[in-house]
């Protein structure tokens, strides 16, 4: 294989934590091609700024990918192109999860105008991929990815432990959380079928409150209704105050996070804090737990909502993690906050 040199374009568009876990890959190409410019969709494109070895960020929605697309038109298309021919890239790289397909994503970048693509493909891809990379077994998510940059040639470098990451430095947030030791409890989802009970987060917010811990709840500007019923009288409750570069410095100064299979999760391992998980095996836990950091999954792994990727439960009682008790996950933080010290 001739070797991929110049201006490389990262394509991942999907959500903040795909954008995360795709970090190591982009790493390994910063270090040795001239510049990356990475294509988010607009879930993800703030997660893309927070990368490492990123140069510039184009975004765009795909309609194969986001969970709610826009109907296909020119004139989207059109804006991709524009994009992607004022970047100007030697090459690309694109970046998807088992189920997804590359090659829709190759055939624009073909047309416009990109010379060498890269890509995982199970698929046929005819003349629209130039590396057709496949990997084996069930790798956790950030290493199927690396191993995409690998075969095209690019590595990390030395001293580069794989792990999640994101820039540096992160804002001073000690204004909004304070300087004692805190735990955090992030509850929402962007996908309902990961979702656990708000009564139980509640209940558990208190019961870490009554053993010792203070409690952070965070969440975004639609989650404070839901924010303020976990948090009740003892949690502090930042929903809506946090951007994402503001909230990575709040899980990186909290001792342990809990959190759902969602992008905080991910975030919080980027900024090396142990999570506990809530995780809905709607999705691989092999794949998509927290990467790097130490962690405890919690959840029923083989519920039949198992591998269904469900964004709404397909089964009554939500067995997967209604099964999660209060006691269960205060273990697991005090567990986590020890071996961590």
Same mark, same amino acid.
């Given at each position: *294989?001739d070797e991929v ?7 991942? +568009?999907?959500?903040?934590?795909? &954008?995360?876990?795709?970090?190591? #890959? ?15 969709? !607009? ?23 986001? !969970?709610?697309?826009? $109907?296909?038109? @020119? ?13 100007? =890239? ?13 090659l829709p994503l190759?055939?624009? +970048? ?29 790798? !956790? ?16 470098? /030395? ?15 000690? /204004?909004? &959380?304070?300087r004692e030791p ?34 952070? &709840? ?6 404070? @209704? ?10 502090? /409750?930042?929903?809506? *105050? ?17 959190? $759902? ?8 391992? #980027?900024?090396?804090? !142990? ?5 809905? =095996?709607?999705? $691989? ?38 099964? &999660?008790?209060? @006691? ?7 567990? +986590?906050? @020890?071996?961590?010290?």
């Amino acid at each position: *294989m001739d070797e991929v040199t110049g201006r490389i374009l990262v394509a991942r +568009l999907d959500n903040i934590g795909d &954008v995360l876990l795709a970090g190591p #890959a982009v790493r390994a190409v910063a270090a040795h091609a001239d510049s990356v410019v990475f294509l988010a969709g !607009p879930r993800g494109r703030d997660a893309a700024d927070l990368l490492p070895g990123v140069s510039q960020v184009l975004e765009w929605c795909a309609p194969w990918i986001d !969970p709610e697309p826009q $109907p296909v038109t @020119e004139t989207e298309v059109a804006l991709l192109h524009k994009q992607v021919r004022a970047a100007a =890239p030697d090459a690309a790289l694109i970046l998807t999860s088992f189920h997804q397909s590359p090659l829709p994503l190759a055939l624009l +970048l073909r047309l416009a105008g990109v010379d060498w693509i890269g890509a995982i493909s199970e698929d046929y891809p005819g003349s629209l991929l130039d590396l057709r990379h496949r990997v084996d077994g069930d790798p !956790p998510e950030a290493e199927r990815a690396l191993s995409l940059a690998r075969a095209a040639g690019f590595d990390l470098p /030395d001293g580069d432990d794989g792990r999640l990451a994101v820039r540096r430095p992160l804002p001073d947030v000690s /204004d909004l &959380v304070g300087r004692e030791p805190y735990v955090v409890v992030h509850p929402g989802v962007s996908a309902p079928a990961r979702a656990w009970l708000p009564d139980r987060y509640a209940a558990t917010v208190r019961r870490l409150h009554e053993v010792g811990y203070r409690v952070v &709840v965070t969440g975004s500007a639609s989650e404070r @209704e839901l924010a303020a019923t976990v948090a009740g009288d003892v949690g502090l /409750d930042l929903a809506g *105050m946090t951007n994402l570069p503001t909230l990575a410095a709040v899980l990186e100064g909290a001792r342990v996070v809990v959190a $759902p299979n969602t992008g905080p999760a991910h975030l919080a391992a #980027a900024v090396g804090t !142990p999570v506990v998980s809530l995780f809905a =095996p709607v999705v $691989p836990a092999a794949r998509w737990a927290p990467y790097g950091v130490p962690s405890v999954v919690l959840g029923d792994q083989a519920a039949p909502c198992r591998d269904t990727r469900a964004r709404t439960c397909p089964v009554a009682g939500h067995p997967c993690l209604a099964g &999660v008790t209060v @006691e269960e996950v205060v273990h697991a933080v005090r567990h +986590l906050a @020890e071996v961590s010290r």
